[in-house]
């Protein structure tokens, strides 16, 4: 069973910095791609950054610039580095990894943390 912990959430003011982190179970290199969704109150789930099995990254485009994603190997950890937070990016931040085969596709999320972005 993967399980996947994230941390790293908390209060920050506008321009200010955090680092999330996502410890898995496992190898991350187990999965496919593993990475970051957010999910602000009233509305959908968003992409925020992924990282794929061969290093390959990919961000939202309202994040592009400012969040970074990376990983430790040795650690099993996948990082998002958010820089020059603003108040829109207030949300809960779930870690996603994603097994895939040609037949089928496995998710798995943690629980998430919060980002409240507020003076």
């Known amino acids: 069973q993967v399980q996947l912990v994230e941390s790293g959430g908390g209060l920050v003011q506008p321009g200010g910095s955090l680092r999330l982190s996502c410890v898995a179970s496992?190898?991350?290199?187990?999965?496919?791609?593993i990475g970051w969704y957010r999910q602000a109150p009233g509305r959908e789930r968003e992409l925020v950054a992924v990282?794929?099995?061969?290093?390959?990254?990919n961000y939202g485009d309202s994040v592009n610039g400012r969040f970074t994603i990376s990983r430790d190997n040795a650690k099993n950890t996948v990082y998002l580095q958010m820089n020059n937070l603003k108040p829109e990016d207030t949300a809960e931040y779930y870690c996603?990894?994603?097994?895939?085969?040609?037949?089928?596709?496995?998710?798995?999320w943690g629980q998430g943390t919060l980002v409240t972005v507020s003076e």
């Open positions: 996603n990894a994603v097994i895939a085969t040609l037949s089928s596709r496995k998710d798995y």
């Open positions: 990282i794929t099995y061969g290093g390959t990254t």
């Open positions: 496992g190898s991350i290199f187990s999965f496919n791609h």
